[in-house]
């Protein structure tokens, strides 16, 4: 009975999710360039349809400057064309009865690479190294190009302001496009995230220096997000607990910051941790290592906190009853099992193909630059194959049980 508690329903702002199982953004390098593709549509299909209430979807990025800096070919939301391709994934998403929100981020950072020989630029002219110790297992040889130690330029306060307004454009196309949400990426290292360290940071304008100032972009995006799409469409933001780096961001800090974004009105708080110098905290090896994080952001804020990276079911149950978080979100293991909510739900626990935290399908793809192949799951990068993934799939599913109710009425 523990376990009905994953499955009941929740409230984030105005949006209404049927249970408390999310699905976490996750770069898996299945964009066509800049925009959706038949893969993508499949894969997102694929785990709306296998059960969870939410779908955040991956990193998008709101210029083409952002982008020119990343070394990964993920959607970008900067100009009309690209609408089309993320309405498409809304649709494919809502057929199968799943909310959507969508992750904003305005680029890496310190950590980018180029792939076009643009300069990287960061909050100051700061770079990061990745101790051996910090680097996910089986990443080791994938992580060599990202040691370069690339000193990036420091951001201009006209850039700055270009960056928010292009910010803003894309919230106003994504409420267009049907997202329920959007979500602002501040964790991870990159480059909002950059702006709240004191280790990436040492501006002294406006932007930088005292710990308000180092703030003011992330509070920046959250009202100017919220004055783009209204009351109506969630605004939420994903923040590491700690940087775990000497001279970073503490969990003390974080408690500062979880506060001053409820002040300024956020839906929702999705927790993670770690960043470029710390990447084993942003995957890690052993399940619920969030989860601390997370419960004491509960004590701090009245917002709903979502916890990544809880794969076994009971415990994640068991934090959702003594409220340590109000949802969970999983990435790694529902690419191993896109049915992992379902297969809960009907208590069917011994048949969910289990996450082994191994990185090799997935995070040592993905920095190599390949697509996901999890190692587990055989139709893993393949989903595109199956018609079962279709938003066509998904309405005759509704007209079939429609049907069947009409003729059990007709029987009575």
């Known amino acids: 009975m523990q ?3 994953l499955f009941e329903p929740i409230r984030i ?11 976490c953004p996750m770069v898996c ?46 959607p970008a939301l900067y100009e009309p064309g690209h609408m089309m391709g993320l309405a498409e994934l809304v649709d494919t998403i809502h057929a199968f009865g799943a909310r959507t929100f969508v992750q904003f981020t305005m680029g890496m950072g310190a950590q980018g690479f180029s792939l076009v020989g643009e300069q990287l630029v960061g909050p100051s002219a700061v770079t990061f190294k990745i101790p051996p110790e910090m680097i996910p297992r089986n990443c080791q040889e994938v992580l060599v190009p990202f040691m370069r130690e690339e000193v ?13 307004e292009a910010f803003v454009n894309a919230a106003i196309m994504a409420r267009r496009v049907g997202f329920d949400g959007l979500e602002i990426h501040a964790g991870h290292g990159w480059l909002l995230h950059e702006f709240l360290s004191p280790r990436f940071n040492l501006r002294t304008d406006a932007y930088g220096g005292t710990f308000e100032n180092r703030m003011r972009l992330l509070l920046e995006f959250v009202r100017r997000a919220k004055a783009a799409v209204g009351s109506d469409m969630v605004v939420g933001v994903r923040a590491s607990a700690s940087e775990h780096v000497p001279g970073g961001l503490t969990y003390e800090d974080m408690k500062v910051v979880v506060q001053r974004l409820e002040q300024e009105g956020i839906d929702y708080l999705h927790t993670t941790d770690g960043c ?16 601390e994080a997370s419960a004491g952001f509960k004590k701090l804020t009245r917002v709903p906190v ?29 690419i191993a099992d896109p049915d992992w909510a379902n297969k809960v739900k009907a208590g069917r626990l011994a048949d969910i ?60």
């Open 3 to 5: 376990l009905q508690k």
């Open 13 to 23: 702002g105005k949006v209404d999710i049927r249970n408390r199982v999310a699905m």
């Open 29 to 74: 390098r299945y964009a066509d360039g800049t925009k959706i593709s038949e893969q993508q549509l499949a894969f997102y299909g694929a785990r709306a349809r296998g059960g969870v209430g939410l779908i955040i979807v991956e990193s998008v990025f709101v210029s083409k400057w952002a982008l020119d800096t990343a070394p990964f070919n993920v």
């Open 152 to 164: 990036p330029r420091e951001m201009s306060v006209a850039e700055i302001e270009r960056e928010l």
């Open 276 to 291: 470029a110098s710390a990447v084993k905290y942003v995957y890690p090896d052993e399940d619920a290592s969030m989860l």
């Open 306 to 334: 979502i916890t990544p990276s809880v794969h076994d079911p009971e415990l994640a149950a068991r934090a959702l009853s003594e409220g340590m978080t109000d949802m969970i979100a999983l990435g790694r293991q529902l």
């Open 353 to 412: 193909r289990k996450c082994r935290r191994c990185n090799k399908g997935c995070m040592a793809r993905i920095l190599g630059g390949l697509p996901v192949k999890c190692v587990l799951n055989p139709e893993s990068g393949l989903e595109r194959y199956n018609p079962q993934y279709t938003q066509w799939a998904a309405k005759q599913r509704v007209i079939e049980k429609r049907v069947g109710r009409a003729k059990t009425s007709t029987r009575r």
